[in-house]
């Protein structure tokens, strides 16, 4: 296992966002994170970068506790083993394609321009956007933006690769592009990647294995076919999209009648 | 009721301690930084261009016009006691030690301290700030440092050309349209204004407005809730934060200064 995550339990002010949650998440293997929004994804793979510190329980990266690492430890260890991407991209916006790709290598290493220009284009190539080197991070459509971000994800070449809904607001071409990246990328180089997603078809179709989580626990794990053959109602209207069901398509309300007869109170 | 006020009250004066507390912590880790930034003087030099160079034209114009007025108010009141010939000791000295830094310091706050508010909450906002830290790149070396440099670094220059400016609009209203002989206007100016006294002290307040001012600002910029509205607040509270706490010092420096 890459990432061991034990009894691990977070929360924002008197919300708790995960509860005494266990996951393992397979070296080399394609892990899906889903459940829907506002349960926490983001939290937890900013949990498993470092970001923030769980209010109990211990997250192991390649047998390090990551919240044990101090500062400089911490640093080192990113470089080493982490990059993820980020829902927006989040390339800088004052530098051009190229200039985001070569950041990290110009911050980390002390390879010469030449050699980094080298590492820059195969990287972009990789990506399909040697061509769009030149331009800056305004003039990327949402989805290049995320291939840039991955390019530059993958510029130090780290061992696992942490996506954040890489494929919401997508155009059905984009969304092609990226599965086929997150699948080609983790095949071919061998990495271990980590996908938070709501997009259960897309993410399905890459992944290994899959957690689901809602309401701070795991409500099921394993291969995506397993999780469609789910005996869980919840699962189920989840995977297949259910408008109604155990998730109820009506917020907590009043009877109907009751509420259009105090309508008149202006209530 | 009484119990919900007293509540909210003791809620806000919490948030203003734990902004304080957060603010004071920020900034030990800004200086302890700031050394490794010495060895990366390009970095440092990009946001000199940016939060200096960019903020020189409303100083340079700003100063020429404060220099005017006070030459011209100068003049109408010194005129009645003959003694016109002290304007440009009456403009230098009040430009020197209160006017020039103060203004300056102002002037920072909203051209460039909103502005490197504005840009560190945008980062945050758009997760760039998040981004760096997941590639191992520290945003406080990166991005808080260098700007907090260049804010401390420009605005004492700043300072120094808004007087020197100030002087010349000063100049120009006695000599050219008042008549007011040359030699006389530089001659007050060399013989009254103390470089120690008058100019330093000046300088001395400047520093420590550029302090404050971009510990306001980039604090404001990185602590801000990533949001549109959590910006416009943020780049709000850094103007009237750092124009507060300019007038404020200001009048702290002057008493320590000139009241002995």
Redesign the interface.
């Known amino acids: 296992m890459l990432v061991e995550i034990r009894g691990l339990s977070f929360s924002r002010g008197n919300r708790a966002i995960f509860d005494n949650v266990d996951m393992d998440i397979p070296r080399g293997k394609v892990t899906a994170i889903m459940g829907p929004s506002g349960t926490g994804k983001t939290t937890l793979l ?1 949990l498993i ?1 470092g ?1 923030l510190k769980p209010d109990a329980g211990t997250i192991r990266v390649d047998g390090q506790d990551v919240h044990r690492l101090g500062h400089n430890a911490l ?2 260890f ?2 080493r083993m ?3 991407l ?3 991209g ?4 004052d530098l051009n394609v190229y200039d985001n790709v070569a ?2 290598l110009r ?2 290493t002390k390879l010469s321009e030449s050699v980094i220009r080298h590492l820059v284009l195969l990287k972009l190539q990789a990506v399909g956007l040697r061509g769009a080197r030149y331009l800056m991070p305004a003039e990327l459509s949402g989805g290049m933006a995320r291939r840039v ?1 991955l390019a ?1 994800a993958i510029a ?1 070449d780290p061992e696992m690769i942490m996506y954040d809904e890489p494929f919401t607001g997508q155009d059905p071409i984009s969304m092609g592009v990226l599965v086929k990246l997150i699948h080609d990328m983790n095949h071919a180089l061998g990495l271990t990647s980590v996908v938070v997603s709501h997009d259960v078809r897309e993410t399905a179709s890459i992944s290994d294995y899959v957690y689901v989580i809602s309401a701070g626990k795991v409500v099921e794990h394993g291969s995506p076919e397993k999780l469609h053959h789910s005996g869980s109602a919840w699962v189920k209207q989840f995977m297949d999209g259910l408008p109604d069901g155990p998730v109820p398509f009506h917020y907590p309300a009043n009877g109907l009648i009751d509420d259009l007869m105090q309508s008149e109170q202006g209530k | 009721m009484m119990r919900d006020k007293l509540q909210s009250l003791g809620r806000h004066t919490l948030d203003i301690f734990a902004r304080i507390g957060r603010g004071a912590e920020f900034l030990i880790h800004t200086l302890y930084v700031l050394p490794a930034i010495l060895l990366r003087p390009a970095l440092v030099i990009r946001q000199l261009y940016y939060v200096g160079v960019q903020t020189l034209v409303i100083i340079v114009v700003a100063g020429l016009f404060v220099g005017m007025v006070m030459a011209l108010q100068s003049y109408i009141v010194l005129v009645d006691f003959g003694a016109e010939e002290s304007i440009s000791l009456m403009v230098a000295l009040s430009i020197m030690r209160e006017l020039g830094p103060v203004f300056t310091g102002l002037l920072f706050a909203g051209r460039a301290g909103s502005a490197l508010t504005a840009e560190i909450g945008l980062m945050k906002s758009t997760e760039q700030l998040s981004g760096m830290e997941m590639m191992a790149v520290d945003p406080m070396k990166y991005v808080i440092a260098p700007r907090f440099l260049a804010g401390f670094i420009s605005v004492p220059l700043l300072t120094a050309i808004f007087m020197s400016v100030a002087i010349l609009g000063g100049y120009l209203v006695a000599v050219e349209l008042l008549q007011l002989y040359d030699g006389v206007f530089w001659s007050q100016l060399q013989a009254k204004v103390d470089f120690y006294e008058d100019f330093m002290n000046g300088m001395i307040k400047s520093v420590v407005f550029g302090f404050v001012i971009v510990w306001i600002a980039v604090f404001e910029g990185f602590d801000c809730l990533p949001t549109s509205e959590g910006l416009g607040q943020a780049t709000t509270r850094t103007v009237v934060h750092g124009s507060l706490a300019v007038l404020g010092l200001d009048f702290i420096l002057t008493a320590i200064m000139f009241s002995a």
């Open positions: 900013k970068g970001q640093y080192a990113r470089r982490m990059g993820m980020f829902q927006s989040a390339l800088l916006t950041f990290p911050e980390h971000a530059r130090l």
